[in-house]
């Protein structure tokens, strides 16, 4: 049985291509394959491996600094879903091609999941599905706008055009 593991943490890395070949050494020492993405503005990816493997790895992602508050998400596979590791350098962990956004600096109100429906009912609020086409496609919420992006890197241009809607 294989471990997924899920994360992206917003931090700043001065130099995250320093932490580049220790993450690849330890994936490949531990047996962990999957994507991890690197850049100043902190890390994001899906690994999969041997359940030691995972915690090692999740281990030194939480040692590098800003990191000790990561969270994760799991899954679980008979198969390995990856066939190689990659640690790669990027500009953005989540791409929105807003070099001048801060994630750190500005966020929204977290929702607590047993809040969710009560908040998406009120009549002043409105979910916008930023997903991609196909995802939309599959499913969403009742009453959700689909701005009809093919990627989220689309969905700043559209709420700059949209926003007066809101």
């Known amino acids: 049985m294989f471990t997924i593991a899920a994360l992206y943490h917003f931090t700043r890395f001065p130099d995250p291509a320093a932490l580049r070949a220790p993450l690849q050494q330890l994936a490949e020492a531990q047996g962990v394959k999957g994507s991890l993405l690197l850049a100043q503005e902190g890390i994001n990816g899906t690994i999969a491996g041997p359940r030691a493997g995972i915690d090692a790895m999740l281990a030194h992602i939480r040692a590098l600094p800003g990191c000790a508050g990561l969270e994760h998400k799991e899954s679980f596979s008979e198969a390995m879903p990856f066939g190689r590791m990659k640690v790669r350098l990027k500009r953005e962990i989540v791409t929105m ?32 599905d930023t997903r991609n086409d196909y995802e939309v496609q599959i499913g969403t919420f009742q009453g959700a706008v689909d701005p009809g992006t093919a990627s989220f890197r689309e969905f700043p241009a559209w709420w700059e055009a949209n926003k007066e809607r809101f």
């Open 97 to 128: 091609g807003q070099p001048d956004i801060d994630p750190r600096a500005r966020v929204g109100h977290y929702v607590a999941p047993a809040d969710w429906n009560a908040l998406i009912s009120a009549p002043d609020v409105a979910v916008i």
